[in-house]
């Protein structure tokens, strides 16, 4: 790999692009600012004018991955409003776990720091995108939650291929899993609400009033 290429003013940049590198050469293991500066040619205290620990890199480069992971979740779909739709977007989500497994470990596996804006932002943007499409699908469910087990969900698919637990040998096979596993999911969720809502409609049956004493 080509050492990053640096220029008077843009050490920020470089220090990203250099982790990037050294993240999927090697992993999150790889990942350290004196490798860094070894690899973007500056000395090695360089980079602590940006990046005053690894904790704080491995933050930058998380938040770029949130936002190149929103941006796979978009292009399936911008505003998906079907279960279809919405599985699209799954399978998105656990193919760019198998595509950039290094990144989307460090993403969800290495300490970050929760105060870098960056990162705060990136994290947000995905979040508000799925309780989007909740909202959109499931209008009257509580978003919050059902934004949580439709990511649990997902994000636990990705992880169990990932790990090889699940066959990912075949985009097809990954694809029509999750998909499948989606439209379980939100098949029974609109039965379970239609269920509640059924139940809400019957009428109440009045008390009786009580008889006088003879």
Partial sequence: MPKATYHHGNLRAACIRAAMELLEEGGETALSLRA???????????????????EALVSAVAAVGYRELADQLAAAHPSPSTPEQMASVAIAYVQFALERPALFRLMFGEPCDRDHDERVAATAAVSLYLREI???????????????????LVHGLAFLHLDGKLDARTPSAV???????????????????????????????RARPAKSPA
């Fill in 175 to 205: 694809a029509d899993r999750v998909s499948a596993a989606i439209q379980t999911l939100l098949s029974a969720a609109r039965v379970g609400r239609a269920s509640d809502l059924a139940q809400r409609a019957l009428p109440r049956r």
């Fill in 134 to 152: 909740v909202g959109r699908c499931f209008p009257e469910a509580d978003a919050e939650s059902m934004a949580t087990a439709i990511w649990a």
């Fill in 36 to 54: 860094v500066a070894r690899r973007v040619g500056v000395s090695p205290a360089a980079p602590y004018r940006h990046y005053p620990d690894r």
